[in-house]
């Protein structure tokens, strides 16, 4: 299991089972450390309008496996934990109520 902390200082999980089940699609082979810089240093942070709880944290990234894409690493922030559910790649970042950067 890995840690990773955040843009706002959160420690994130990012399990082996997880991690596993990401890297299981072939076009998210080798973006393993791409997955931890968008915790890091997201460009863009939306709340998932499904779930509350879920954070989408985007990062755009040039010549991937499929092209010029986003990607997308999904957070569930609880309580007191927060872990990475899963991560893609889109064309464009899904709708939601954006978090970060705020722009109040």
Known sequence: M??????EGR???????RLA?????P????MEDRIQETVRRPE??????SDPQARLHYRHY??????????CVVVKV????????TAYLMRQPAGG???WPRSD
């Not at 890995?2 to 843009?7: G, N, P, Q």
């Not at 040039?62 to 990607?71: C, E, Y």
């Open 62 to 71: 040039l010549a991937t496996r499929v092209g010029d894409k986003h990607l």
């Open 78 to 85: 609880a309580d007191n934990d927060a872990f990475i559910l």
């Open 97 to 99: 109520r954006q978090l």
């Open 11 to 17: 420690a994130i999980r990012l399990t082996n089972e």
């Open 21 to 25: 089940h990401i890297l299981e699609h």
């Open 2 to 7: 890995k840690t990773v902390t955040d843009h």
């Open 44 to 49: 863009r942070v939306l709340e998932s309008l």
């Open 27 to 30: 076009e998210m082979q080798g």
